[in-house]
C-alpha cells in the first residue's frame, strides 16, 4: 500500500513570490508520482508527473518538481507565483507495473497567492 | 476532443435513498475509475471498470456498486445513503496499456449532498 504526506495544508504567498509545496510518500514498491490542481468547482487538472527519466520534470503553467527517491519526496516549485495559480494543490502516487493500478492522494495543500 | 463528462453536476438526496452518477470517458479511454473527495480531503479511491468488471476496490462498503457500459461508458450507484456519503464524485479516465494505465484525467465531479 501507498500513503501521500502534504506537510503543509495552505500556503499563504504574496504574487512573483517563489514556491514550494512538499510531498512525501511511503510505499513498498516503486512508484509513479504525480501532482494535479483543483480550482473550486472543478475536477482535478494534471499539472506534472514523473513515470521514469530525468527526476526533474516540468509542467504546466511553469510549475516543475524533483523526484528525491532518497528522501521519498516530489516536492513542487514555481519561481514566480501569480494570483491565478491560487488553488488546491494534491500530490498523488501509483504503484509502478501494477496493470490496474490507481492514485492514493495527500489531503492537498491550498495555495494562497496574493497582490 | 471531449474530455471526461460527468452528471449530474449536483445532486440532493435523503438519508436512505439511493443515487446513481453517470461518467463518459476522454475519447480514446476506455478505463474509467471512481474516487470520492470529502470536504477538505484528496480524493479517495473507489472502484476502477475495466472491460466491463470492476478489477480494482479501495475500502468501500457493498453499498457502493458500478457498472460499465459497452461503450466504456460508467455509472456509479449508492444505496442506503447516509450522511457520511456526501462529497464530491470524481471520474477519471484512462487508457489500458499506456504506461501503468496513467495519467488518469479527470471530470468536473458531481456534487452529492445528503439531508
Known amino acids: 500500500a501507498q500513503s501521500v504526506t502534504q506537510l503543509d495544508s495552505q500556503v499563504p504567498v504574496f504574487e512573483e513570490a517563489p514556491v514550494e509545496l512538499r510531498c512525501n510518500y511511503s510505499s513498498s514498491v516503486s512508484v509513479y508520482l504525480f501532482w494535479y490542481v483543483q480550482y473550486p468547482n472543478q475536477g482535478l487538472q494534471l499539472l506534472l508527473k514523473y513515470l521514469s527519466g530525468s527526476t526533474l520534470v516540468k509542467g504546466i503553467n511553469g510549475f516543475e518538481a524533483e523526484f528525491n527517491k532518497s528522501q521519498t519526496s516530489f516536492h513542487l516549485r514555481k519561481p514566480s507565483v501569480h494570483i491565478s495559480d491560487t488553488a488546491e494543490y494534491f500530490c498523488?502516487?501509483?504503484?509502478?507495473?501494477?496493470?490496474?493500478?490507481?492514485?492514493?492522494f495527500g489531503k492537498g495543500t491550498m495555495l494562497l497567492v496574493s497582490p | 476532443d471531449a474530455g471526461v463528462t460527468q452528471s449530474p453536476t449536483h445532486l440532493i438526496k435523503t438519508r436512505g435513498q439511493q443515487v446513481t452518477l453517470r461518467c463518459s470517458p476522454k475519447s480514446g479511454h476506455d478505463t474509467v475509475s471512481w474516487y470520492q473527495q470529502a470536504l477538505g480531503q484528496g480524493p479517495q479511491f473507489i472502484f476502477q471498470?475495466?472491460?466491463?468488471?470492476?478489477?480494482q476496490r479501495g475500502n468501500f462498503p457493498d453499498r457502493f456498486s458500478g457498472h460499465q457500459f459497452p461503450n466504456y461508458s460508467s455509472e456509479l450507484n449508492v444505496n442506503a445513503l447516509l450522511l457520511g456519503d456526501s462529497a464530491l464524485y470524481l471520474c477519471?479516465?484512462?487508457?489500458?496499456?499506456?504506461?501503468?494505465?496513467?495519467?488518469?484525467?479527470f471530470g468536473d465531479g458531481t456534487r452529492l449532498s445528503i439531508l
Open positions: 477519471a479516465s484512462s487508457l489500458m496499456g499506456s504506461e501503468n494505465n496513467q495519467p488518469q484525467h
Open positions: 498523488a502516487v501509483s504503484a509502478m507495473n501494477s496493470g490496474y493500478s490507481t492514485l492514493t
Open positions: 471498470y475495466y472491460e466491463e468488471e470492476e478489477r
